[in-house]
C-alpha cells in the first residue's frame, strides 16, 4: 500500500480555510471540504478510526478517542450530504462504520458500557443516517444488524449521566427508526420527557437537573437547542405538538443569544468546551434548517451575516490548526490548560456542528437574503434571569457580566471558565497554567483572595446567593428613564471570609467601564486580595517583544502603566502605582484595558500589572492582567469599588483613540452609595 500524504504546513504556510472567499452556500461548502480534507491520512487502514495528531491522553480509552475522530466529522460530511453536496471522501465513512460496527472486524469498535463516550459520537452516526441516505443504503442485511446493536441496542440498555447526553441516545434511535431499523420507541419518548424537565422558561435549558446551574453553549449551540431544533425537523410531521414546542423555545431563545455574538464575528467565550469552536454558531443555521419563523426584530439577513462573519473569523486564526492541517485542542492556537478531561484529538471536530447551514435549501431565505448588522434593532444592555447574565454591546465589543453559574463537578479551571465576572468577545477568558501566585493563577476579570501570602488564591467558584436584581431610580440611571440592571452574589473563598459582589452594566455615557462591587468581611483570617481587569496581548507590534512603559508623548502608542515588572522583582517602586490612579496596558492590535478604584483613597489599593504566564489566556498566550491590590486586615470590614476599562481595536477604531476614555471614569452610583453606608 502507497503511504498516506496530506496537508503539511510550514512556516507562514495558509491553511486552505484561510483562503476561501466566503460569499454563499456553495463557498461554505467547500469550506467544509478544506476540514475533511486533511483527515485522510489519518484514517485506520479499515477506516473504521481516525487519530488525529498529538498523543495527548483523554479520560477515556484510545478506542473511544479514534471513534471521536471518524464520527464528529460525520456532522459536516452529514450535513453536506443532505444539502445535496458531494465530498470525495464520502466511502471512507461508509467503510468505516461497516468495520466500526462488525463484532468480527479487528477495528471492532466495542459495545459501550455505562457513560461511555461512545454514546456521544453515536449523536453524529444517528443524524448521519437520518439524513444521509447513502449510510444505510451502502449497508447489507448483516451489516445493518450490526449498526442496530451496536447503535441501538447497547445504548438503549445501559445508564448515561443526567445532562446533554441524554439527547444523544434519542438521535441513535431516531437515525435507526428513520431507517426502518430496530430501535426504541419507549426510550425516545422517555428521554425527551427526561430533558423537557431540564427547562427553565424563556427558551433556556439547564444543563443538568435541579441543583445545577450550567447554561452555557451546550444550552445552545453544542447540543440542547441545536438538537431540538434538528428533531423538530426530522420528526415534526410525526410529532408536531412537541416540534412547535422546540421552535417556540428557540424563538425565545434567539432574543437572548443573538447578544453573545459581535459584529466582528466573535463569540462570546465562556464556560466550558470552547474548544469547539465555529460550533457556538450552530444554533443560528439550526433556526433556518428546522423552519423556524424568525422572532421580530431578528431578520434573516441577520442571522446570515452573523453565521458567515463568524466562519470568516475563524478564518483570520491560522493558529488553530496542527502542522498537518487538522484541528488543534485549544481556541485560537493550540492549548492544554484551557481543555477538559475529556478533549481528545478528535475532539475539536465537534466544531463542524457550524456547518448545519449547508443542509439548508438554497431558496431558504437564510441564503438568499443580503447579510446585515443587529445594529439599534437589539438592546444595547440585557439582563437575562435565567442564565444570570447581563449582555451590553457598548464599548465596542459584546461582553457578560455573570453570576451564579458553576460546573457541577470540580472541572479544571472551573473557576475561570463559570466564576469570572466578565466574559468578552475582544478579550476572552483565562485559565490558570499553575497554582502558584499570580502570575500562574492569572485571575483576569477575578477577585482572587489569599491567606499564606500570595501563593494560592482562592477566587468565585460557587455561590451562596446569586441573582438578577434592579438597582436606581430614573435620575441616577442617566436620566433615560431606566432602572439598572445588577448582578449580585454572595460567596466565602474561605469558610470565615463573606464576599458580596455587585457587578454593575457599562452605561451609553461610559461605554468601555463596567464596575464590580466587593463588599469583604474577613472574619476569621487576613487576606490579601488582588481585583483583575481583562487580561491583553503583551507583545509589541514589529519586534514581537513584552510591552514597555507606555509614553503619552507617543501619540497612538503601546505600552503599560505602571511598568511590568516580573516575578523576582515584585517590591520595584516603578512597578506599582496608587489604586485611584489606577493601571491599564495598550495594544495596537488590540486596544486597551485597564482599572481603577473608584473608593475611597484611604482603603489604600494599589495599581500594578500581572504578567500572566504564558498560554494561560483563549485568545493570546501572551497576556498581561491590570490588577489592583490590597490586604484586609482579620477581623475588617471593607469595600471595594473597581471601575473596569475595556476598548478593543477594531475597523474605525483609530489607534490614538485606545485610551480616550480612560479619564472619563464613571462616578459611584448613588443607590450604590447609599449601600455602602449601610
Known sequence: MEPKTGLVLGYDAVHPFARVKITDRASVQELLRTLLDPLEPFFSPLKSRV???????????QTASEIEGICRPL????????????????????????????????????YPRDNDQRMVEMCPFGYALAVAPVFWQSLNEKERGNVEAWLGNSINEKNMPNTNWLWFRVFANLGLKKNGGKFSQDRLDSDIEHLNTFYRGDGWSNDGPEGIH?????????????????????????????????????????????????????????????????????????????????????????????????????????????????????????????AENYNSPGSPYWACLGFICVAVPPEHPFWTSEEELPGDAIPKVKGLKHPGHIVSSLGGHHMLLSSGQACGYPMKGTHAKYGS??????????????????????????????????????????????????????????????ITPVLVSVWRPFRDVAVRTTLVPPAEATP????????????????????????????????????????????????TFPKIIGNYDLNTPEGWAAGREGAFAVSLKAGAVGIKA???GKVGRSAMLVNADPNSNLLESRTVIPTLQHTVKQGGTVWYVSAIYAKPSGEGVPRESYLDGWDRVPEIPEWLREEMKA
Open 51 to 61: 487519530r488525529c495528531p498529538g498523543a495527548t491522553a483523554v479520560r477515556f480509552d
Open 214 to 338: 450550567q447554561m452555557d453553549y451546550y444550552s445552545s449551540s453544542f447540543a440542547i437547542h441545536f438538537l431540538q431544533l434538528l428533531y423538530a425537523k426530522l420528526a415534526g410531521d410525526e410529532e408536531p405538538e412537541r416540534a412547535e414546542e422546540f421552535k417556540k423555545r428557540a424563538q425565545m431563545a434567539a432574543l437572548d443569544l443573538i447578544h453573545y455574538f459581535d459584529d466582528e464575528g466573535r463569540a462570546i467565550p465562556f464556560g466550558r468546551s470552547v474548544g469547539y469552536r465555529f460550533a457556538m454558531v450552530s444554533f443560528w443555521g439550526a433556526l433556518a434548517y428546522a423552519g423556524v419563523e424568525l422572532p421580530a426584530p431578528l431578520t434573516w439577513g441577520m442571522v446570515k451575516g452573523l453565521v458567515l462573519r463568524h466562519l470568516r473569523w475563524w478564518q483570520t486564526q491560522p493558529h488553530i490548526w496542527s502542522p498537518s492541517g487538522t484541528l488543534t485542542i485549544g481556541y485560537s492556537y493550540p492549548n492544554m490548560y484551557m
Open 75 to 110: 456532522w459536516g460530511l452529514a450535513c453536506l450530504l443532505a444539502g445535496g453536496g458531494e465530498y470525495r471522501g464520502t466511502e471512507w465513512w461508509v467503510q468505516g462504520i461497516k468495520a466500526g460496527t462488525d463484532p468480527e472486524s479487528p477495528e471492532f469498535w466495542g
Open 421 to 482: 465576572f466578565a466574559y468578552s468577545s475582544a478579550y476572552g477568558y483565562s485559565v490558570p497554567p499553575g497554582l502558584l501566585t499570580l502570575e500562574q493563577y492569572a485571575l483576569a476579570s477575578q477577585l482572587g483572595l489569599s491567606d499564606d501570602g500570595g501563593e494560592y488564591w482562592k477566587t468565585r467558584r460557587a455561590s451562596e446567593y446569586a441573582g438578577l436584581e434592579t438597582r436606581g431610580t430614573d435620575d441616577d440611571a442617566g436620566g433615560n428613564n431606566e
Open 512 to 559: 468601555n467601564w463596567h464596575l464590580r462591587a466587593h463588599r469583604i468581611e474577613a472574619k476569621g483570617r487576613e487576606v490579601m486580595t488582588a481585583d483583575g481587569s481583562f487580561a491583553i496581548r503583551n507583545q509589541r507590534e514589529g519586534d514581537g517583544r513584552y510591552l514597555d512603559l507606555y509614553d503619552p508623548l507617543k501619540g497612538g502608542g503601546e505600552g
Open 598 to 600: 473608584l473608593e475611597d
